[in-house]
């Protein structure tokens, strides 16, 4: 355990710079997600065909082994070692949990809620906008909060296709037979990983509108 | 003013039409109410009026205008539309829930502020107390009148109600239909309201129109559909009891007579020879304070036989239940005659003596109504 | 796109395959028979306080990546293809008992009440009422869990397990794709086919009336 405190703290300045890696991919990954997801969830939400297409295609990807698609994308000339592989495979791992949470949380609010509103002579847009996106907010952003705790255990393996980051201490530790180097890094990674869920359910419990979280008996 | 012309819709993917070849019309301050068993195709009538959906063929029609001219949009914003499941947003508060059309409309805040008190008060609700609240925190009856002041909150001419008093408990609903219909005789807008209860059809409907697997079976007043079934459909959804279903049509007040005599407590010895000088059937024991307080048949006094005032009044007083208030309804009457055992009952407006009502002018009543 | 290397990569595909496939059913059968039966107690009456805590423990576990399970197996329990599949029960075990719990929770306790009240037994009530309704969550469990093992297992080469992870580490040292490809390719088709199958057997399993749920 001090052996394991004292190679963190000799290391600090490149686990840091790993660690500072490790947050860009998952910040990048995030950032490419949420212009493609959202919108592409939105669209699916009112086209049951294209759905079940797109929610097919992601659960697909979604099953595919993270080592086997990160490996795949380094065959492909343009993509290669590093960033543009990880980038394109966190992305793609993304679809699933953000494309299907856009549409689920559109999809639950209430239909006669809808009814009533374009009864009303809501149009399309403002249903959208004044309606469906802020009671799906806390269903999208659980999306994103899968995600990016996702991302951040997922990225570490693209230490294998040479990205400098966190998940470069399990490899290198376990290919020199490092324990504390392997440790810093198994401990590290699940640790952020575990943060990012406790703060981002916090924010995510923020979002619930406040008309859904009262009762009568109040 | 609303017409449907020789209107079908057939869903898609559907062979059978949900509404077939319905020709109806609405006179503009009526109610017309939609009846029929589940299915029968009435919310679908109800929601192409308002173009949630298109019909398949033929014209509707509002104050003569073709309404696949109007813009869809804009035409909603001018009918008032109260569904069954209510539909409040549940992130809004009730103020919010109740301003959306004035808010389409553009209107300004202090109007829009004023309405929505206006309607809180109207729909029986403190204004202050609800305004800032949320769907979830009222009551089902309470959401009820909420979504109904929502679709009132632009005064549209025109209301499409779909089994908007359905979610409630008898009771609450009850509550409902009478405000409702308070409200409705001041501000005279043109409804359809839809319903699968016979009864509710009756107590709201200027008219009303029974449907049967997407056809119209009949079109007419209570009255009319109650007194000339069309067919065995309308007799059996009408129910064996249609003749006290047509009672309920008829204020007790209607019928009252004025065939009785007032006695007082020194003139129960001469009783029989009061009444017959007045030609009265019945006569009612006032009390010193002049309120009625029993009531004597012929009948009754033929059975006493010997004229003895205590026997008499003992037998009046009996009766001192044997009143009903004259705002009450024919089927009311008839329950308290079965329950007192009487054939008449006297009618009061308030305190106020006003009259009798008997047992054969109910009947007479009846007669007469069938055979119009 | 080297013929002769394809080949040869293909050729240990039957081995290493055979390796993954005994990796992933061992683990989920041993995940399984421990998760099973702890979510069960965890749910009867006299756990039920202690059935909640553990089901948040479990859900802040699910930000466990399963990278640094097998990481972590490593300094423990060594090298080889037993602490590979003990890292792979561990990374089943959250999931499975997880939706276990939650789907015993999930039943409605009218249901439960009117069994009981017609003279069920406990034991009777849990076999013939609550089992039955929570099995297409506990199999949805069960589907993730493979999932997710069969994407460690390839993780597992790095530790010494063997498995389709061999043929693709190969690759990636070399830079060879055709390696990578067929390692990839065939990881992915066994995760397909796993999460299809289980898809199968969760609809089948959903009792009918259950199976168009809104
Ligand atoms: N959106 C729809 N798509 C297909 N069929 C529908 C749809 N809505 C209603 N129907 C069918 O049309 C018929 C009439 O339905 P509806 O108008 O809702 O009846 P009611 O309101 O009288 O209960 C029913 O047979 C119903 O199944
Ligand atoms: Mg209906």
Not at chain 2, 167 to 173: E, G, L
Not at chain 3, 146 to 153: L, M, Q, T
Request: proline residues 4%; neutral net charge; hydrophobic residues 50%.
């Amino acid at each position: 355990m001090s052996n394991l405190l004292k190679y963190m703290v000799e290391n600090a300045s490149i686990i840091l710079d790993y660690a500072s890696t490790h947050f860009s991919l998952i910040f990048s990954a995030v950032a490419i997600s949420l212009v493609l997801w959202i919108p592409l969830g939105i669209l699916i939400s009112r086209n049951e065909r294209l759905a079940s297409i797109v929610l097919g295609i992601a659960n697909t990807i979604f099953c595919i082994p993270s080592l086997a698609l990160f490996s795949v994308f380094v065959t492909i000339p343009f993509f290669g070692l590093g960033r543009p592989s990880s980038l394109l495979a966190l992305v793609l791992y993304a679809m699933m949990p953000m494309v299907i949470n856009v549409y689920q949380g559109i999809k639950v609010v209430d239909k006669s809620v809808i009814e009533a509103a374009k009864g009303m002579g809501m149009n399309s847009r403002r249903i959208l906008r004044e309606i469906q996106l802020p009671l799906a907010a806390p269903v999208m952003f659980a999306g994103i909060r899968i995600t990016v705790v996702m991302a951040t255990g997922i990225a570490a393996i693209a230490a294998y296709i040479g990205e400098r980051n966190l998940g470069r201490l399990i490899t290198e530790g376990l290919t020199r037979y490092h324990v504390e180097m392997i440790l810093s890094g198994a401990i590290l990674i699940p640790l952020i990983a575990i943060l990012f869920d406790t703060v981002l359910g916090a924010v995510e419990r923020m979002l619930v509108p406040k008309g859904l979280k009262v009762s009568r008996s109040k | 003013m609303i017409e449907l012309h020789d209107v079908t819709k057939i869903y898609a993917g559907q062979t059978v039409p949900a509404v077939k070849n319905l020709t109806l019309k609405i006179k503009e301050g009526e109610t017309c109410v939609f009846v029929g068993p589940s299915g029968c195709g009435k919310s679908t009538i109800l929601r192409m009026i308002n173009r949630m959906i298109e019909q398949t063929s033929g014209t509707i029609l509002i104050n003569n205008k073709d309404i696949r001219e109007a813009d869809p949009d804009r035409l909603r914003m001018g009918i008032g539309y109260v569904i069954q499941q209510i539909g409040l947003l549940p992130h809004r508060t009730i103020a919010e829930n109740i301003s959306i059309v004035p808010r389409l409309y553009g209107w300004d805040k202090e109007r829009i502020r004023k309405r929505v008190d206006e309607l809180l008060e109207l729909m029986g609700l403190d204004p202050d107390e609800t305004r800032d609240k949320f769907p979830a925190q009222l009551s089902g009856g309470q959401m009820q009148r909420v979504g109904v002041a929502r679709a009132m909150a632009a005064d549209p001419p025109i209301m499409l109600m779909d089994e908007p008093f359905g979610a409630v408990d008898p009771i609450v609903r009850g509550h409902l239909q009478d405000e409702f219909l308070k409200i409705q005789r001041e501000m005279k807008k043109t409804i359809c309201f839809v319903t699968h209860d016979i009864n509710e059809a009756i107590k709201m409907g200027d008219t009303i129109a029974i449907f049967e697997k997407g056809q119209l079976v009949q079109h007419g007043t209570p009255q009319e559909i109650l007194s000339k079934p069309k067919n065995e459909f309308v007799r059996t959804f009408i129910g064996t009891d249609r003749v006290v279903k047509m009672l309920t049509l008829f204020q007790v007040r209607s019928i009252t007579k004025d065939n009785y005599s007032i006695i007082r407590e020194n003139e129960l010895a001469n009783i029989r020879q009061k009444m017959d000088d007045e030609g009265a059937a019945v006569g009612i024991l006032m009390n010193e304070s002049a309120k009625p307080c029993g009531l004597i048949t012929r009948d009754d006094l033929e059975k006493a036989g010997e004229l003895n005032p205590e026997k008499i009044k003992e037998i009046a007083c009996g009766k001192k239940d044997a009143f009903i208030d004259g705002d009450l309804l024919l089927n009311d009457a008839l329950s308290l005659m079965l329950e007192w055992n009487c054939d008449y009952l006297g009618v009061l407006d308030g305190a106020q003596l006003i009259g009798i009502v008997s047992f054969d002018d109910i009947r007479e009543c009846v007669r007469r109504k069938e055979g119009e | 796109m080297n013929w002769e290397r394809f080949l040869d990569a293909l050729s240990r595909v039957p081995h290493e395959l055979s390796i993954h496939v005994i990796m992933v059913l061992i683990s989920l059968a041993v995940a399984i028979a421990i998760s099973l039966p702890i979510g069960v107690i965890l749910t009867r009456p006299r756990f039920r306080k202690m059935g909640a805590l553990v089901m948040n423990i479990l859900n802040l576990f699910q930000a466990f990546p399963g990278m640094a399970i097998i990481a972590l197996t490593m300094p423990v329990l060594g090298m080889g293809l037993k602490p590979a599949i003990g890292a792979l029960v561990v990374q089943a075990l959250l999931p499975i008992a997880r939706n276990t719990i939650a789907g015993l929770y999930g039943v409605d306790p009218n249901t439960k009440e009117a069994a009981q009240g017609m003279g069920m037994s406990e034991r009777k009530v849990l076999f013939e009422v609550e089992l039955p309704l929570a099995m297409p969550v506990i199999l949805a469990g069960i589907r993730t869990s493979a999932v997710y093992v069969v994407s460690v297992g390839t993780l597992a080469a790095y530790i010494g397990g063997g498995g389709l992870g061999d043929i693709i580490v190969a690759g990636l040292n070399m830079l060879w794709a055709e390696f990578i490809i067929v390692g990839a390719g065939f990881g992915a088709l066994l995760a397909i086919f796993f999460e299809r199958g289980l898809s199968y057997l969760e609809y089948k399993f959903t009792p009918p009336g259950f199976t168009i749920t809104k």
